[in-house]
C-alpha cells in the first residue's frame, strides 16, 4: 500500500515538474517571439524615419532648385528689361529728341537704384547718360547735378586714379563751364588731366 502511495506521488510530481518545465519552455519562447517581433517592427521603424528623411531632403534639394531656377529667370527678364530701357534712351539722345531722352533715362535709372542700388556701375553710367541728356537739352543746372552725383558715386564705391573716374571729372567739368562755373570747370580739369597724365593716357573723349 505504501508503495503505490509512494509511487502514484511520485508520478504527480513528475508530472507536475513536466508542466513546469513546459510552461517555462513555452514563456521563454514567447518571450522571444515578443522580443523577435519587437526588434522587427524597431528596425521597420527605423527603415520607415530614414526613408522619411530621405524624401523630405528631396523634396527640399527640389523645392530649392525650383527657386534657384525661378530666381535666375526673374533675374534674366529683369536684364532684359533694363537693357531694352538703356537701348531705347540712348535712341532718343541719337535722334535729338533730348526731353524724352531724360524722361526714359530717369525711369531707367530709377529701376537699376532699386534692382543693384547705387553703388553699381551701371547706375553710374546711367546717370552718366541723363546728365548727357540734360546737358543737350540746355538743362544746365540738372546736367551739373547729375554728372556731379556719378562722380561722387564712383569716387566712394570705386575709384578716384582711374580712367573711368577721369572721364567722368571731364563730363563735369565741360558742364560746369557751359554753365558759366569756370572756376569749379578748371579745378575738375585738372583733376582729371592728373589721373591721365598717372596713366600715360591722352583721353580725348568727351561728353559730346
Not at 508520478?11 to 522571444?32: G, I, V
Not at 535729338?96 to 531724360?102: L, Q, S, V, Y
Not at 530717369?106 to 547705387?118: I, M, P, S
Not at 582729371?192 to 561728353?207: H, P, V
Request: aromatic share 10%; proline share 0%; charged share 25%.
Amino acid at each position: 500500500m505504501q508503495k503505490f502511495v509512494n509511487a502514484q506521488l511520485e508520478t504527480a510530481y513528475n508530472k507536475t515538474k513536466k508542466q513546469k518545465y513546459s510552461t517555462t519552455k513555452k514563456f521563454k519562447s514567447s518571450k522571444t517571439v515578443v522580443k523577435t517581433t519587437l526588434r522587427h517592427h524597431q528596425i521597420s521603424t527605423l527603415k520607415l524615419i530614414s526613408t522619411i528623411t530621405l524624401m523630405k531632403k528631396t523634396l527640399l534639394a527640389a523645392l530649392l532648385l525650383l527657386a534657384a531656377n525661378a530666381a535666375q529667370a526673374q533675374k534674366t527678364e529683369q536684364e532684359k528689361q533694363l537693357h531694352e530701357m538703356d537701348s531705347t534712351a540712348r535712341m532718343l539722345i541719337a535722334d535729338g529728341k533730348f526731353d524724352k531722352a531724360i524722361a526714359a533715362f530717369t525711369d531707367y535709372t530709377a529701376k537699376v537704384k532699386h534692382l543693384r542700388g547705387e553703388a553699381d556701375t551701371i547706375y553710374i553710367d546711367g546717370l552718366v547718360f541723363l546728365g548727357k541728356a540734360y546737358f543737350r537739352a540746355k538743362r544746365l543746372s540738372k546736367a551739373v547735378e547729375t554728372a556731379q552725383k556719378a562722380v561722387d558715386l564712383y569716387g566712394k564705391h570705386f575709384n578716384t586714379k582711374d580712367k573711368r573716374y577721369a572721364w567722368y571729372l571731364d563730363n563735369l567739368s565741360l558742364y560746369l563751364s557751359s554753365n558759366g562755373q569756370h572756376k569749379e570747370a578748371l579745378a575738375n580739369s585738372k583733376k582729371a588731366l592728373k589721373i591721365y597724365e598717372g596713366l600715360y593716357t591722352n583721353d580725348r573723349d568727351m561728353a559730346l
